[in-house]
């Protein structure tokens, strides 16, 4: 099926069911074609929530008054011991975005700390907001290969719409190419479902997602958080939200193919078996939360998240089940790198700008 803006607006209003599932599969064949049959683990450890922006939906902005906190160097090295331990090939460090000098030369520490703790085994993917050139390419010099960043939606009217004044969409968008030019396996993706977020809205993310030749896309439904200025833009229907984000998650692996696609937790909040229906849908990526449990209800982006007692031995065994039941292999040990980043790469002989290859050589 060979897809254009016309084909993805009309598969994006496809209300046939029978139509739908023939898109899952094709996308799932996609899946198998391009980048194998594994899906890979990324264990996430959220290392706090102090944040400095004020993002008009998120849970843990800035002016809300929740218990803030922050993970100890030893709480963090082993959750990442942990994640290492169950085969999981990498892990993400994500938190609320901060730019000050001890939260840069923290993190700096931690990378380098982990890599020692598991014999540079363990890919580290960072998902720490919009930071200066030079913090980024600090980072990837130590350690962290991939980097996730959101652009949240491609409408720059509606990126003001859902953010106060100060947060700045071209600053975002230059943020994405300073990672791409450090050599960094780049994510981004959208919310999916916003207030005022049109069906045009979804296909210009997706043909931006293929514009700027990006590795990684973690999209998920936007959900109300009940302390949100956004909540009293009206109601939600998550049905649609849901349907939308396997749509899209289907759309982008048939439009995309060899990239990394994430089936998130945010899926798994409407459905219990939404991770599951991401992955059946084109996706290939799973990150378990692996936060050491009492700081988790303290990290809550949207309501009702998941797992927030759930022990994260249980999960990585629930996990695996519900996986052999799909028949889909998970990819212990490996880093599970999309294809897409290394073909890209071949472009380019004098490989990224500053590459310390002992940290970023994959098993
Ligand atoms: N609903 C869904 N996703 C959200 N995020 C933040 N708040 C919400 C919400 N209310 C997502 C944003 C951010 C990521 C870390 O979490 O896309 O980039
Ligand atoms: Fe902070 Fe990210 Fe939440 Fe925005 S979405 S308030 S940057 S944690």
Same mark, same amino acid.
Request: proline share 4%; aromatic share 10%; hydrophobic share 35%.
């Given at each position: 099926?060979?897809? &254009? ?10 209300? &046939? ?18 980048? +194998?049959?594994?899906?890979?683990? /990324? ?17 843990? /902005? !800035? ?17 990442? @011991?942990?994640?290492? $331990? ?11 975005? /901060? ?6 030369? &923290? ?34 010099? !130590? ?6 960043? @959101?652009?949240?939606?491609? #409408? ?7 953010? *106060? ?8 968008? !230059? ?45 998920? *439904?936007?959900?109300?958080? @009940? ?13 649609? #939200? ?7 998650? %289907?759309?982008? /692996? ?5 990239? &990394? ?12 078996? +939404? ?12 990150? *378990? ?30 996990? %695996?089940? !519900? ?10 040990? $490996? ?8 073909? @890209? ?19």
């Amino acid at each position: 099926m060979k897809l &254009n803006r016309d084909k993805i607006i009309e598969w994006l209003r496809c209300n &046939n069911q029978d139509q739908l599932k023939l898109l899952y599969q094709q996308a799932y064949d996609v899946k198998l074609h391009e980048v +194998g049959p594994k899906v890979y683990l /990324r264990g996430l450890i959220e290392l706090s929530n102090i944040c400095i922006k004020n993002c008009l939906y998120c849970g843990i /902005r !800035s002016s809300n008054s929740i218990p803030r906190y922050e993970l100890t160097e030893g709480e963090v090295l082993s959750a990442a @011991r942990f994640a290492h $331990e169950e085969g999981y090939g990498s892990i993400v460090l994500q938190s609320g975005e /901060r730019q000050d000098h001890a939260f840069i030369e &923290n993190v700096d520490r931690l990378l380098k700390g982990i890599k020692i703790a598991t014999s540079n085994q363990l890919g580290i993917t960072l998902s720490l907001g919009e930071q200066s050139f030079s913090t980024y390419k600090k980072w990837f010099n !130590s350690g962290a290969h991939r980097y996730l960043l @959101r652009i949240e939606t491609t #409408n720059q009217e509606l990126y003001q719409r859902i953010h *106060p004044d100060g947060h700045d969409f071209d600053q975002r968008k !230059s943020c994405l190419k300073d990672l791409k030019k450090i050599g960094y396996q780049v994510g981004t993706g959208v919310m999916i479902g916003l207030p005022w977020q049109t069906v045009d809205d979804l296909v210009n993310d997706l043909l931006y997602y293929d514009d700027q030749d990006i590795d990684m896309i973690g999209m998920g *439904p936007y959900l109300p958080h @009940r302390q949100s200025p956004l909540q009293g833009a009206g109601p939600v229907d998550l049905n649609r #939200n849901f349907e939308w984000t396997l749509k899209m998650i %289907a759309l982008s /692996r048939i439009f995309l193919r060899d990239v &990394n696609i994430a089936a998130t937790t945010a899926l798994q909040t409407i459905h219990f078996q +939404g991770r599951e229906w991401g992955i059946k849908a084109g996706a290939n990526v799973i990150m *378990p939360n692996v936060t050491p449990m009492r700081y988790r209800q303290d990290y809550q982006l949207y309501d009702d998240k998941p797992c927030l007692n759930d022990d994260a031995s249980l999960s990585a065994d629930c996990l %695996a089940s !519900s996986m052999h039941v799909l028949s889909v292999p998970i990819g212990y040990k $490996e880093w599970g790198d999309a294809p897409h980043y290394h073909n @890209r790469m071949k472009d380019k002989p004098f490989g990224p700008i500053c590459t310390d290859e002992s940290f970023h050589a994959d098993k």
